[in-house]
């Protein structure tokens, strides 16, 4: 038996005002053809999940590409070259394939498609009929719509945030394809959707009430008899009508599909004052790693500016609280800044420089920094294996950085976008956390999968940007109203 497997994934921060070109979008290195299979086997990632299901039910892979990033809303030539990476292999090996996985997102959105897996999956279907199975691993952050469940015949979403079970959901999608391919089971998909947007601050799974909800949902699936059943957060940064929460179940045909959605939506709808979020500013947070008497490092998120979420990466709301309070033992890993990166590197390690740092993006993430007078530490093509169980074993890419010291604050510059997950992004430029005492980086919950162990105390910050857990910043225009937080009396 053969099977068609590939990766595209897009989270979609809509309310950046540029757009994602292709070369934009790939710039930490696409997989291609057999390469996505040599390089995600063995990795705690969706494709790692799905290889390993194929390899114990003796399936033979046909791979089209892997490839996945929050950013702002794609253009439509990005959307194209990306499917040029798939569809070409579908339609050339439809006649002999038994089946489709793909990993995608859930939150997607293009510059015609404000759901870009329902378009992706419709010239899935355009190409096999409806007839072929199909089954998707999505991420918990997915805006999951109706149009999804008809077309793909199993939605598998991760349960964890930080998402530590990529690897689980890619294996049980491809498990129950193997099933439907080889025992001819039929599967049905259904989803509620839920009034309620939940900020990815409130989201990290270890704290109430996932621990609760996932005990239920368990005992339920069994009880029931289900395939799965979990709840998406969505994610609310993409200003689409499918913005929103929402339950999905996958079963045999002949269970009550919707109805167990239904019941299940419920019992979060009844949890949703835990979603509610207080924040703190960089000056707030900063005062609390000060008293801070635990040995060890203090890390300091900076949530709104996260690069995971589709922000830019180069905000300097804590980078400047940081510089102001100029302690010793102070790092930051890392700002987004290609251009700087560029001056340093006409320099060498030793020099002294001045350049404007950060600030190159929407004004709500803050003013350039004039950085006078730093010494340059360290230079770094940026390439590392990641540790994070996030994304163990797969490759990380931080493009050409470098690590600056200005004062008592030692700054590390990074080419290419992306959120924290481990100390990597340190590391290849010669820094050892355990030398430091505040830590400051760029992610919501991701980090916490190294870091929740690692560090002494986590301290998260909420400066202005557009992954803030405060909502009612944001201008939505496409959301379904009315929705919980923003609107009073919402029935569900």
């Known amino acids: 038996m053969k099977v068609i497997i590939g990766h595209f994934g897009h989270e979609a921060n809509t309310f950046a005002e540029n ?22 086997e063995g990795t705690a990632v969706y494709l790692g999940g799905i290889i390993r299901a194929c390899r114990e039910e003796n399936i033979e892979i046909i791979p089209t590409c892997a490839y996945t990033c929050a950013a702002p809303t794609l253009t439509e030539e990005c959307v194209n070259k990306m499917l040029e990476h798939i569809l070409p292999v579908v339609e050339k ?14 939150a997607g959105v293009s510059e015609e498609h404000d759901d870009l897996e329902t378009y992706v999956l419709t010239r899935l279907r355009q190409i096999v009929g409806n007839t072929m199975p199909i089954t998707v691993c999505l991420d918990l952050h997915g805006n999951i719509t109706e149009e999804m469940t008809q077309l793909a015949n199993g939605l ?5 945030y ?10 049980l999608a491809m498990k129950t394809l193997a099933r439907m391919m080889k025992e001819k089971i039929q599967v049905e998909t259904a989803v509620e959707r839920l009034p309620m947007l939940v900020p990815i601050s409130t989201g990290m799974t270890a704290n109430p009430p996932f621990p609760e909800m996932e005990a239920y949902f368990e005992a339920y699936t069994k009880q029931e008899g289900l395939i799965y059943a979990s709840f998406f957060h969505g994610f609310p940064y993409a200003d689409v009508p499918g913005s929103g929460a929402s339950v999905v179940v996958v079963a045999e045909k002949g269970k009550d599909v919707k109805k167990a959605a239904r019941q299940l939506a419920e019992f979060v709808w009844e949890r949703r004052h835990y979603f509610n979020v207080h924040v703190l500013s960089p000056t707030e947070a900063m005062d609390l790693a000060e008293q801070e ?25 804590l980078l400047r609280e940081m510089l102001n309070r100029n302690l010793p033992g102070s790092i930051f890993g890392y700002m987004v800044d ?13 020099d002294t420089i001045s350049f404007s740092l950060g600030g190159r993006h929407e004004k709500i993430f803050g003013e350039p920094i004039a950085i006078q007078n730093a010494n340059i530490i360290s230079q770094s093509l940026g390439n590392y294996i990641y540790t994070s169980p996030n994304l163990r074993g797969a490759a990380g890419k931080l493009g050409k950085c470098a690590r600056i010291k200005v004062g008592n604050v030692e700054i590390i510059i990074g080419s290419v976008r992306n959120q924290t997950f481990d100390d990597l992004p340190f590391a290849v430029t010669g820094a050892d956390l355990r030398e430091y005492r505040y830590v400051g980086l760029k992610s919501t919950q991701h980090f916490r999968g190294f870091f929740g162990d690692a560090a002494c105390r986590i301290i998260s910050t909420d400066p202005p940007g557009l992954n803030s857990g405060d909502l009612s910043v944001f201008d939505f225009q496409k959301i379904p109203r009315p929705i919980y937080p923003l609107d009073e009396n919402v029935v569900f």
């Open 19 to 40: 757009k994602t070109s292709y070369e934009e979008f790939i710039g930490r290195g696409i997989l291609i053809g057999e390469e996505s299979v040599q390089k995600s």
């Open 93 to 106: 090996h439809k006649d002999e394939i038994d089946g489709i996985c793909m990993a995608l997102h859930g």
């Open 156 to 160: 598998f979403g991760i349960r964890k």
């Open 162 to 171: 930080p998402h530590t079970d990529k690897e689980a959901a890619g294996y």
């Open 293 to 317: 008497v635990a040995p060890g490092y203090i890390v300091i998120n900076e949530m709104s500016d996260n690069p995971g979420g589709g922000c830019p990466g180069d905000g300097t709301h």
């Open 338 to 350: 290609p251009i700087a990166v560029e001056e340093i590197f006409q320099k060498k390690p030793g």
